[in-house]
Nanobody, 123 residues
Framework: QVQLVESGGGLVQPGGSLRLSCAASGFTLDYYAIGWFRQAPGKEREGVSCISGSDGSTYYAESVKGRFTISRANAKNTVYLQMNSLKPEDTAVYYC????????????????WGQGTQVTVSS
């Protein structure tokens, strides 16, 4: 059974850091693109970052460039999202999802969504 499980969310003060994990089970992540998405209350789900399964290319939303870093540890079958300099507007439920090899800008292209992990940035 293909499954993605997110973890690592929590409450953090503005300027703080968190590292989210997206662990895969039932298949090998190596050739899949993994995207991180977030959804704040009352807002649509938006793409945050993606790492391709072909050459490891990475992509970021403008709002997180320079603050977030996506990486993959194929030996652990896990993709990470390191989030630094967090802002209150980063507060959302964060999800990971996958598609074959290449990242795209379309949320609908991704599947096997995890259950999400809550990130709250507040003083």
């Amino acid at each position: 059974q293909v499954q993605l499980v997110e973890s690592g969310g929590g409450l953090v003060q503005p300027g703080g850091s968190l590292r989210l994990s997206c662990a895969a089970s039932g298949f090998t992540l190596d050739y899949y693109a993994i995207g991180w998405f977030r959804q704040a209350p009352g807002k649509e789900r938006e793409g945050v970052s993606c790492i391709s399964g072909s050459d490891g290319s990475t992509y970021y939303a403008e709002s997180v460039k320079g603050r977030f870093t996506i990486s993959r540890a194929n030996a652990k079958n896990t993709v990470y999202l390191q989030m630094n300099s967090l802002k209150p507007e980063d507060t959302a439920v964060y999800y990971c999802a996958l598609k074959w090899r290449l990242c795209t800008a379309l949320t609908a292209d991704f599947g096997s969504w995890g259950q999400g992990t809550q990130v709250t940035v507040s003083s």
